[in-house]
C-alpha cells in the first residue's frame, strides 16, 4: 500500500517546498502537482526535485491538449532526468470548457485521441518512429540526449472507457473525486478485465485514488471547503456522470435543481458523499478513511489538502506521525 500527496501549486512558493520537504521525510511514495490555473506544474516538480531528494514526482495530471506529443515528450524527458530518473508522467483530456476557452483547442473523441497521444509520446521517448495519426503525429526525435524509454505513464479516467483504456494502455491510472464505492465497484474491475484482456497483469498496475484529508477537530469548516472546491466538479459533466454512477444520483439531481443558488447547490453535496470521499476528522479518523480506498483496491492513495486547514498535519496523520 502506497502513499502519496498532491502538493497545492497555489500559494507562497516557500509552502510549497515545506510540504514536498515534509512528504519527503515522511516516506510517501511520491508528491503529485495538478495542472491547473496557478503554477505550471511540470516546472513546479523541477524545482522540487532538489528540495525532495527521496520521493518519486507525477503530474496529476497535465492535459494533452496544451502540449505536442513531442513537446509532452521532451518536457517529461527532462524532468525525469533532471530528477534521477523519479518522473511518472500522468496525463489527462481536461475539460471541453477549459481546452477551448484556455488553451483554443477541442477536444474532438477522447478515447481515441489519447490512444493516439500516448503511441506518440511512448514511441519519442523509446527512440522509434512515432505512428501517424487523425490527430497526433510527428517527426520529432532526440539528439544528444536519450532519454529513459519507460518513463510511466498514468492516465486520469474517471468513465468505465477510459479507465479501460488506462488498464490497456498505460502503467496506472490516477483517480480525482472518485469515492471509495466507486473505486471498488467501478474502477478496480475494470482495470482488472481490460488488464487480463491485453494480456498484462492486474497487479502490476497502479490504482491512484485521490482522498481530500484534513486532520482537524473542526470537521465542519474542513467539510465546508471540500464543499466549495466539489461545488465546480458537480456542474462539469464527467464528473457529473461519474457521480451518478457511483449511486449519488439524488445527490447530482439536488444540485441541477438548485442552479443559480450557490448556497443550495451546496448542501445538495451530502454528508454521506462527503464521507464516502474524503478522509476527515481526528489522526484515527483519517487513518480509517485512507484504509477504506487501500482495501477498496487502490493501490496508491492520494492525499489532497482541503482549503482552510492544515496539510502538514493530514499529511503526518497519514503517515501515522
Known amino acids: 500500500m502506497k502513499l502519496s500527496a ?7 512558493f516557500g509552502q510549497i517546498v515545506r510540504d514536498a520537504r515534509l512528504a519527503d521525510e515522511l516516506g510517501f511514495e511520491s508528491i503529485n502537482c495538478s495542472h491547473i490555473s496557478a503554477r505550471d506544474s511540470f516546472t513546479t516538480l523541477a524545482a522540487l526535485a532538489a528540495q525532495a531528494p527521496r520521493v518519486r514526482l507525477g503530474t496529476s495530471v497535465a492535459p494533452i491538449y496544451h502540449r505536442s506529443p513531442a513537446s509532452m515528450a521532451q518536457t517529461a524527458a527532462t524532468l525525469d532526468d533532471l530528477s534521477g530518473g523519479r518522473f511518472r508522467l500522468g496525463l489527462g483530456t481536461g475539460h471541453r470548457v477549459t481546452m477551448s476557452s484556455w ?13 493516439e497521444y500516448v503511441s506518440v ?11 501517424n495519426g ?34 490497456e494502455i498505460a502503467d496506472g491510472i490516477v483517480l480525482w473525486a472518485c469515492p471509495a464505492s466507486y473505486v471498488r465497484d467501478v474502477v478496480v ?41 466539489l461545488h465546480r466538479y458537480f456542474g462539469l459533466p464527467f464528473y457529473r456522470n461519474m457521480f451518478l454512477t457511483a449511486g449519488y444520483g439524488a445527490d447530482v439531481a439536488a444540485y441541477e435543481a438548485a442552479a443559480g443558488d450557490q448556497a443550495r ?13 474524503c478522509a476527515i476528522g481526528d489522526t484515527g479518523s483519517v487513518a480509517k478513511a485512507l484504509d477504506r480506498f487501500w482495501s477498496a483496491g487502490a493501490s496508491n492513495v492520494m492525499i489532497t489538502n482541503i482549503r482552510g486547514t492544515d496539510f502538514s498535519r493530514a499529511m503526518r496523520a497519514a503517515a501515522g506521525r
Open 103 to 115: 488553451h483554443g483547442q477541442q477536444i474532438g473523441k477522447p478515447l481515441e485521441e489519447m490512444r
Open 6 to 12: 498532491l502538493i497545492p501549486t497555489t500559494g507562497e
Open 265 to 277: 447547490q451546496l448542501t445538495a453535496i451530502s454528508d454521506g458523499f462527503v464521507d464516502d470521499l
Open 189 to 229: 474491475p475494470e482495470v482488472h478485465a481490460a488488464r487480463r484482456a491485453a494480456g498484462k497483469d492486474p497487479l502490476a498496475f497502479d490504482i491512484v485514488a485521490a482522498v481530500p484529508a484534513a486532520a482537524t477537530v473542526d470537521a465542519g469548516s474542513a467539510e465546508a471547503g471540500i464543499r466549495a472546491e
Open 134 to 167: 487523425s490527430r497526433w503525429s510527428s517527426t520529432f526525435s532526440f539528439t544528444g540526449f536519450t532519454p529513459r524509454p519507460d518513463i510511466p505513464i498514468y492516465l486520469a479516467g474517471l468513465s468505465a472507457a477510459m479507465i479501460r483504456l488506462a488498464g
Open 121 to 131: 509520446v511512448r514511441a519519442l521517448l523509446a527512440g522509434e518512429t512515432a505512428p
